[in-house]
């Protein structure tokens, strides 16, 4: 599985399991200092109506046990409540939503950062060109 672009069958798999099946690759990505990781990779998906809160959270997660390090987001994701669950994490966003998110900071949290990104309380319409 590519870390960018997990296949259908990856995804199943991975929900099947309660997680993702990430390849060395992806394992490879996460373990450098600094990783930078997408939410897809951890099977978000940017649809209208999906909760995308335990892929979002099992990211953030995965971050947060290797020190840290940035998850991108690009596209409008729906979710619920997120809990910072590290150190030196930063959500960015690549023309990035969370739509109905809740982002829990506990005390004690160092080095959070949210770049680009937008919160918002609906999905956002892309505008048509011209």
């Known amino acids: 599985m590519d870390i960018a672009s997990p296949t259908r069958r990856d995804l199943v ?11 060395g ?3 490879a990505q996460l373990a450098a200092p600094g ?3 997408s ?7 940017a649809q209208p109506g999906r909760d995308n ?3 979002i959270q099992r990211a953030m997660d995965a971050l947060a046990a290797r020190g840290g390090g940035v998850l991108e987001i690009d596209g409008a994701f729906e979710c619920g409540i997120l809990t910072v669950s590290g150190d030196n994490l930063t959500l ?3 023309n990035g939503a969370l739509v109905n998110a809740r982002i829990v900071v506990p005390e004690g949290r160092s080095n959070f950062r949210i770049d680009n990104l937008t919160m918002s ?3 956002p319409i892309p505008k048509a060109m011209p």
Not at 39 to 45: D, E, L, N, T, Y
């Open 53 to 55: 809160s335990r892929a």
């Open 25 to 27: 690759a992806a394992l």
């Open 35 to 37: 990783a930078v990781v």
């Open 13 to 23: 798999r991975g929900a099947a399991t309660g997680g993702l099946v990430l390849s």
């Open 92 to 94: 960015r966003g690549i």
């Open 121 to 123: 309380t609906s999905v």
């Open 39 to 45: 939410v897809r990779s951890f099977g978000a998906v």
